[in-house]
T-cell receptor
Framework: AQTVTQSQPEMSVQEAETVTLSCTYD???????LFWYKQPPSRQMILVIR??????QNATENRFSVNFQKAAKSFSLKISDSQLGDTAMYFC???????????FGTGTSLTVIP | EAQVTQNPRYLITVTGKKLTVTCSQN?????MSWYRQDPGLGLRQIYY???????DKGDVPEGYKVSRKEKRNFPLILESPSPNQTSLYFC?????????????FGPGTRLTVL
């Protein structure tokens, strides 16, 4: 069974500081894709960053980067220079190369404090 | 503008009254999917479709039906809604199988079943 676990229901960070959100997953597949989605109060789902499991290099998108540890099945999101607009729910998600299903974690609610 | 649209955005109904939530995308995407979002549970996949006339169950298909008669539309049907189907529903589409392409989400439909 494929599962995604986010063990931090809520987090907060001071503006301009760095915060790391944790995600672990479980799969027996070797090829898969991992994602972080952001859901601001508007409820719109926005893709933040994506990582292909076969790539060794960690993905980065501006202030967002991931720490992908394949052996540990860990996929954490680091947000640098946190901004008020980063306040949102963040979901870790996963899909396999062979399957067509998507699996989401339960989410981490991040608050950026001015 | 490339987008996924859902209607209605808000719906309050009563137990047993059949309803349909429509989903349409204008990006010629092959893959479409429905999710429900509940507090503490994250997003869970209800059904997905790889292409016209091809649909399959996700993790929580009970009580729902879908159809894909045209590429752009993927309606979600609740034949006999029950209170445990009160939730926030999202439709999403992707240019190919979810893992290869970014999923584009609709704005969500807030459903309340009394």
């Amino acid at each position: 069974a494929q599962t995604v676990t986010q063990s931090q229901p809520e987090m907060s960070v001071q503006e301009a500081e760095t915060v790391t959100l944790s995600c672990t997953y479980d799969t027996s597949e070797n090829n898969y894709y991992l994602f972080w989605y952001k859901q601001p109060p508007s409820r719109q789902m926005i893709l933040v960053i994506r990582q292909e499991a076969y790539k060794q290099q960690n993905a980065t998108e501006n202030r967002f980067s991931v720490n992908f540890q394949k052996a540990a099945k860990s996929f954490s999101l680091k947000i640098s220079d946190s901004q008020l607009g980063d306040t949102a729910m963040y979901f870790c998600a996963f899909t396999t190369n062979t399957g067509n299903q998507f699996y989401f974690g339960t989410g981490t609610s991040l608050t950026v404090i001015p | 503008e490339a987008q996924v649209t859902q209607n209605p955005r808000y719906l309050i109904t009563v137990t047993g009254k059949k309803l349909t939530v429509t989903c349409s995308q204008n990006m010629n995407h092959e893959y479409m999917s429905w999710y429900r979002q509940d507090p503490g549970l994250g997003l869970r996949q209800i059904y997905y479709s790889m292409n016209v006339e091809v649909t399959d169950k996700g993790d929580v298909p009970e009580g729902y039906k879908v159809s894909r008669k045209e590429k752009r539309n993927f309606p979600l049907i609740l034949e006999s809604p029950s209170p445990n189907q009160t939730s926030l529903y999202f439709c999403a589409s992707s240019p190919n199988r979810g893992g290869f392409g970014e999923q584009f989400f609709g704005p969500g439909t807030r459903l309340t079943v009394l």
